[in-house]
Protein backbone atom coordinates (compact mmCIF):
# COMPACT_ATOMS: atom_id res chain seq x y z
CA UNK A 1 0.00 0.00 0.00
CA UNK A 2 2.89 2.60 0.83
CA UNK A 3 4.50 1.72 -2.81
CA UNK A 4 1.49 2.20 -4.10
CA UNK A 5 1.02 5.87 -2.49
CA UNK A 6 4.76 6.76 -3.55
CA UNK A 7 4.33 6.04 -7.28
CA UNK A 8 1.04 8.10 -6.39
CA UNK A 9 2.73 11.38 -5.38
CA UNK A 10 5.28 10.13 -8.08
CA UNK A 11 3.18 10.79 -10.81
CA UNK A 12 0.83 13.61 -9.50
CA UNK A 13 4.64 15.35 -9.21
CA UNK A 14 5.07 14.75 -13.03
CA UNK A 15 2.10 15.60 -14.56
CA UNK A 16 1.34 18.39 -11.84
CA UNK A 17 5.48 20.14 -13.43
CA UNK A 18 4.48 19.29 -17.02
CA UNK A 19 1.57 21.35 -16.95
CA UNK A 20 3.51 24.02 -14.72
CA UNK A 21 6.32 24.02 -17.30
CA UNK A 22 3.25 24.30 -20.52
CA UNK A 23 1.89 27.28 -18.11
CA UNK A 24 4.56 29.33 -18.32
CA UNK A 25 5.38 28.60 -21.22
CA UNK A 26 2.69 29.63 -22.83
CA UNK A 27 2.99 33.19 -19.55
CA UNK A 28 -0.63 32.34 -18.44
CA UNK A 29 -0.98 33.12 -14.25
CA UNK A 30 -3.02 30.50 -12.08
CA UNK A 31 -5.86 32.66 -12.59
CA UNK A 32 -6.02 32.46 -16.44
CA UNK A 33 -5.95 28.89 -16.12
CA UNK A 34 -8.54 28.51 -13.06
CA UNK A 35 -10.71 31.66 -13.85
CA UNK A 36 -12.21 31.42 -10.79
CA UNK A 37 -13.86 27.86 -11.41
CA UNK A 38 -11.55 26.55 -8.47
CA UNK A 39 -8.91 28.26 -6.76
CA UNK A 40 -5.78 29.24 -7.28
CA UNK A 41 -4.31 27.09 -4.53
CA UNK A 42 -5.50 24.15 -5.19
CA UNK A 43 -3.67 24.47 -9.37
CA UNK A 44 -0.41 25.88 -7.05
CA UNK A 45 -0.93 22.51 -5.13
CA UNK A 46 -1.56 20.61 -8.01
CA UNK A 47 1.31 21.92 -10.43
CA UNK A 48 3.89 21.56 -7.23
CA UNK A 49 2.78 17.97 -6.68
CA UNK A 50 1.74 19.25 -3.04
CA UNK A 51 -1.96 17.77 -4.23
CA UNK A 52 -3.64 16.22 -6.83
CA UNK A 53 -6.71 18.00 -8.58
CA UNK A 54 -10.51 16.04 -9.65
CA UNK A 55 -10.14 15.08 -13.91
CA UNK A 56 -12.97 18.22 -14.49
CA UNK A 57 -10.64 20.79 -12.82
CA UNK A 58 -7.63 19.16 -14.86
CA UNK A 59 -9.87 19.36 -18.18
CA UNK A 60 -10.76 23.05 -17.34
CA UNK A 61 -6.96 23.81 -16.68
CA UNK A 62 -6.08 22.14 -20.10
CA UNK A 63 -8.95 24.11 -21.83
CA UNK A 64 -8.38 27.23 -20.52
CA UNK A 65 -4.51 27.04 -21.63
CA UNK A 66 -5.79 26.16 -25.21
CA UNK A 67 -4.07 22.69 -24.62
CA UNK A 68 -5.68 19.35 -26.00
CA UNK A 69 -5.17 16.26 -23.95
CA UNK A 70 -3.16 14.39 -26.77
CA UNK A 71 -0.71 17.50 -26.71
CA UNK A 72 -0.33 17.18 -23.05
CA UNK A 73 0.46 13.65 -22.94
CA UNK A 74 3.09 14.48 -26.08
CA UNK A 75 4.87 16.70 -23.72
CA UNK A 76 5.12 15.41 -20.90
CA UNK A 77 6.03 12.30 -22.60
CA UNK A 78 8.98 13.70 -23.99
CA UNK A 79 9.79 16.02 -21.36
CA UNK A 80 9.66 14.00 -18.40
CA UNK A 81 11.16 10.99 -20.29
CA UNK A 82 8.73 8.60 -19.07
CA UNK A 83 10.22 5.17 -18.22
CA UNK A 84 7.87 4.04 -21.56
CA UNK A 85 9.07 6.33 -23.92
CA UNK A 86 12.64 6.50 -23.05
CA UNK A 87 12.18 2.65 -23.26
CA UNK A 88 11.23 2.84 -26.94
CA UNK A 89 13.13 5.21 -28.15
CA UNK A 90 16.68 3.51 -26.94
CA UNK A 91 14.85 0.03 -28.26
CA UNK A 92 13.90 1.95 -32.24
CA UNK A 93 17.57 3.60 -31.93
CA UNK A 94 18.84 0.52 -30.50
CA UNK A 95 17.41 -1.39 -34.02
CA UNK A 96 18.54 1.02 -36.52
CA UNK A 97 21.99 1.73 -35.76
CA UNK A 98 21.74 -2.62 -36.00
CA UNK A 99 23.42 -2.44 -32.41
CA UNK A 100 22.89 -6.09 -31.46
CA UNK A 101 25.31 -5.80 -28.11
CA UNK A 102 22.60 -3.59 -27.17
CA UNK A 103 19.72 -4.97 -28.38
CA UNK A 104 20.97 -8.36 -26.50
CA UNK A 105 21.57 -6.45 -22.89
CA UNK A 106 17.92 -4.75 -23.41
CA UNK A 107 16.96 -8.92 -23.86
CA UNK A 108 18.26 -9.57 -20.90
CA UNK A 109 17.11 -6.60 -19.06
CA UNK A 110 13.34 -7.54 -19.55
CA UNK A 111 13.92 -10.95 -18.95
CA UNK A 112 14.80 -9.71 -15.26
CA UNK A 113 11.99 -7.67 -15.10
CA UNK A 114 9.58 -10.11 -16.49
CA UNK A 115 11.06 -12.80 -14.09
CA UNK A 116 10.70 -10.67 -10.67
CA UNK A 117 7.78 -9.02 -11.73
CA UNK A 118 5.66 -11.76 -12.96
CA UNK A 119 2.37 -10.31 -12.22
CA UNK A 120 3.12 -7.44 -14.41
CA UNK A 121 2.32 -8.57 -17.93
CA UNK A 122 2.94 -5.66 -19.89
CA UNK A 123 6.54 -6.42 -18.66
CA UNK A 124 6.29 -10.16 -20.35
CA UNK A 125 4.86 -8.55 -23.65
CA UNK A 126 7.57 -5.72 -23.82
CA UNK A 127 10.52 -8.65 -23.50
CA UNK A 128 8.58 -10.55 -26.42
CA UNK A 129 8.66 -7.53 -28.57
CA UNK A 130 12.23 -6.93 -27.55
CA UNK A 131 13.10 -10.28 -28.67
CA UNK A 132 11.05 -9.17 -31.97
CA UNK A 133 13.54 -6.62 -32.94
CA UNK A 134 16.13 -8.62 -32.29
CA UNK A 135 15.80 -10.87 -34.08
CA UNK A 136 14.82 -8.88 -37.06
CA UNK A 137 18.36 -6.58 -36.35
CA UNK A 138 19.81 -9.67 -36.64
CA UNK A 139 17.85 -11.99 -39.59
CA UNK A 140 17.22 -14.72 -37.22
CA UNK A 141 13.59 -15.85 -36.19
CA UNK A 142 11.92 -15.68 -32.77
CA UNK A 143 10.29 -19.22 -31.48
CA UNK A 144 6.52 -19.52 -32.34
CA UNK A 145 5.68 -19.54 -28.61
CA UNK A 146 6.65 -15.90 -28.59
CA UNK A 147 4.58 -15.09 -31.53
CA UNK A 148 1.10 -16.39 -29.91
CA UNK A 149 2.00 -14.98 -26.76
CA UNK A 150 2.14 -11.92 -28.75
CA UNK A 151 -0.67 -12.96 -31.00
CA UNK A 152 -2.96 -13.72 -28.02
CA UNK A 153 -2.63 -10.52 -26.26
CA UNK A 154 -3.52 -8.39 -30.14
CA UNK A 155 -6.43 -10.26 -30.19
CA UNK A 156 -7.77 -10.57 -26.23
CA UNK A 157 -7.81 -6.31 -27.15
CA UNK A 158 -11.16 -5.20 -28.44
CA UNK A 159 -9.88 -1.47 -29.03
CA UNK A 160 -6.31 -0.93 -29.94
CA UNK A 161 -4.57 2.10 -28.91
CA UNK A 162 -1.03 3.22 -29.67
CA UNK A 163 0.67 0.33 -27.13
CA UNK A 164 -1.21 -2.02 -29.16
CA UNK A 165 0.17 -0.77 -32.70
CA UNK A 166 3.47 -0.37 -31.39
CA UNK A 167 3.65 -4.63 -30.41
CA UNK A 168 2.11 -5.19 -33.92
CA UNK A 169 4.22 -2.83 -35.69
CA UNK A 170 7.45 -4.00 -34.69
CA UNK A 171 6.65 -7.95 -34.47
CA UNK A 172 4.34 -7.90 -37.43
CA UNK A 173 7.52 -9.55 -39.75
CA UNK A 174 7.07 -12.66 -37.95
CA UNK A 175 3.40 -12.82 -38.64
CA UNK A 176 1.80 -15.36 -41.37
CA UNK A 177 0.30 -14.07 -44.31
CA UNK A 178 -3.43 -14.69 -43.09
CA UNK A 179 -2.75 -12.63 -39.52
CA UNK A 180 -0.61 -9.83 -41.38
CA UNK A 181 -4.25 -9.85 -43.48
CA UNK A 182 -6.06 -9.62 -40.88
CA UNK A 183 -4.69 -7.40 -38.13
CA UNK A 184 -3.97 -4.84 -40.64
CA UNK A 185 -7.51 -4.63 -42.58
CA UNK A 186 -8.20 -3.94 -38.55
CA UNK A 187 -5.82 -1.09 -38.77
CA UNK A 188 -7.69 0.15 -42.29
CA UNK A 189 -11.47 0.00 -40.53
CA UNK A 190 -10.00 2.49 -37.28
CA UNK A 191 -9.90 6.08 -39.53
CA UNK A 192 -11.53 7.29 -36.63
CA UNK A 193 -8.60 6.22 -34.22
CA UNK A 194 -6.08 8.40 -36.22
CA UNK A 195 -7.91 10.87 -38.57
CA UNK A 196 -7.99 13.75 -35.91
CA UNK A 197 -5.17 12.98 -33.42
CA UNK A 198 -1.47 14.10 -34.76
CA UNK A 199 0.86 11.41 -33.04
CA UNK A 200 -1.69 8.40 -33.39
CA UNK A 201 -1.67 9.44 -37.18
CA UNK A 202 1.91 9.18 -37.67
CA UNK A 203 1.93 5.82 -35.34
CA UNK A 204 -0.25 4.43 -37.76
CA UNK A 205 1.18 5.47 -40.99
CA UNK A 206 4.50 4.15 -39.34
CA UNK A 207 2.98 0.88 -39.02
CA UNK A 208 1.00 0.81 -42.45
CA UNK A 209 4.37 1.62 -44.34
CA UNK A 210 6.06 -1.67 -42.04
CA UNK A 211 3.03 -3.48 -43.64
CA UNK A 212 4.10 -2.55 -46.95
CA UNK A 213 7.20 -3.38 -46.77
CA UNK A 214 6.22 -7.21 -45.25
CA UNK A 215 4.45 -7.32 -48.36
CA UNK A 216 7.11 -6.32 -51.17
CA UNK A 217 9.67 -9.26 -49.23
CA UNK A 218 7.35 -11.29 -49.68
CA UNK A 219 6.52 -10.21 -53.33
CA UNK A 220 2.62 -9.94 -52.31
CA UNK A 221 2.03 -6.95 -54.34
CA UNK A 222 -1.81 -6.94 -54.74
CA UNK A 223 -1.50 -7.10 -50.83
CA UNK A 224 1.30 -4.54 -50.59
CA UNK A 225 -0.54 -2.20 -53.41
CA UNK A 226 -3.54 -2.15 -51.12
CA UNK A 227 -1.86 -0.68 -48.88
CA UNK A 228 0.21 1.89 -50.61
CA UNK A 229 -3.27 3.07 -52.15
CA UNK A 230 -4.41 3.79 -48.74
CA UNK A 231 -1.67 5.66 -47.65
CA UNK A 232 -1.43 7.67 -50.88
CA UNK A 233 -5.36 8.59 -49.77
CA UNK A 234 -4.70 10.13 -46.90
CA UNK A 235 -2.44 12.40 -48.38
CA UNK A 236 0.10 12.36 -45.76
CA UNK A 237 1.09 15.93 -45.03
CA UNK A 238 4.20 17.78 -44.96
CA UNK A 239 4.37 17.25 -40.88
CA UNK A 240 5.27 13.74 -41.41
CA UNK A 241 8.92 14.19 -43.51
CA UNK A 242 10.14 10.85 -42.58
CA UNK A 243 6.68 8.92 -43.54
CA UNK A 244 6.59 10.97 -46.60
CA UNK A 245 9.70 9.92 -48.11
CA UNK A 246 9.30 5.76 -47.10
CA UNK A 247 6.21 5.66 -48.99
CA UNK A 248 8.03 6.99 -51.94
CA UNK A 249 10.71 4.47 -51.20
CA UNK A 250 8.17 1.28 -50.98
CA UNK A 251 6.80 2.93 -54.11
CA UNK A 252 10.24 2.27 -55.81
CA UNK A 253 10.53 -1.06 -55.11
CA UNK A 254 6.73 -2.10 -56.02
CA UNK A 255 8.01 -0.52 -59.36
CA UNK A 256 11.05 -2.36 -59.19
CA UNK A 257 9.08 -5.59 -58.17
CA UNK A 258 6.48 -4.73 -60.72
CA UNK A 259 9.56 -5.08 -63.43
CA UNK A 260 10.46 -1.66 -63.92
CA UNK A 261 13.84 -2.26 -62.36
CA UNK A 262 15.82 0.37 -63.49
CA UNK A 263 13.09 3.49 -62.37
CA UNK A 264 12.09 1.91 -59.30
CA UNK A 265 15.79 1.21 -58.07
CA UNK A 266 16.90 4.47 -59.10
CA UNK A 267 13.72 5.77 -56.86
CA UNK A 268 14.73 3.78 -53.79
CA UNK A 269 18.18 4.88 -53.65
CA UNK A 270 16.94 8.88 -54.42
CA UNK A 271 15.08 8.16 -51.49
CA UNK A 272 18.06 6.76 -49.59
CA UNK A 273 20.21 10.05 -50.43
CA UNK A 274 16.86 12.60 -49.27
CA UNK A 275 17.28 10.69 -45.81
CA UNK A 276 21.29 10.72 -45.49
CA UNK A 277 21.50 14.58 -46.84
CA UNK A 278 18.81 15.08 -43.56
CA UNK A 279 21.11 13.51 -41.62
CA UNK A 280 19.58 9.90 -41.64
CA UNK A 281 22.64 8.73 -41.78
CA UNK A 282 22.02 5.07 -40.38
CA UNK A 283 18.69 4.93 -42.24
CA UNK A 284 19.90 5.56 -45.53
CA UNK A 285 22.44 2.88 -44.97
CA UNK A 286 19.97 0.38 -44.29
CA UNK A 287 17.93 1.28 -46.82
CA UNK A 288 21.33 1.57 -48.83
CA UNK A 289 21.93 -2.19 -48.44
CA UNK A 290 18.33 -3.61 -49.23
CA UNK A 291 18.89 -1.97 -52.68
CA UNK A 292 21.80 -3.86 -52.84
CA UNK A 293 20.27 -7.40 -52.28
CA UNK A 294 17.55 -6.60 -55.24
Known amino acids: MKENIQMD ?24 VTTGEFSEAQQSKFESGESDITVSKFFVSLKNSNVSLDEFQTIYDNYTASENYSFRRELSQAYVKRDLVKLKSMVKEWEGKSANFPTRKYYKIDEKVVRAILALASGSKIMKEDVLFITDYLDDVQEWGRYELWIFG ?17 ILGRTNFYHTIHLNQQIVIRTLLNIINVWLLRSDLVQAFKYINHLRAMEISSDFFYEKIMLKYHEG ?29 DQARNLEKEIEKL
Not at 170 to 186: A, K
Not at 265 to 279: I, N
Open 253 to 281: HYEYLQGFREKGKKEMQKCADTLEYYGEV
Open 9 to 32: KKLNLKIGETFALIRKAKGLTLKD
Open 170 to 186: NCLNFFDNTMLSYYGSY
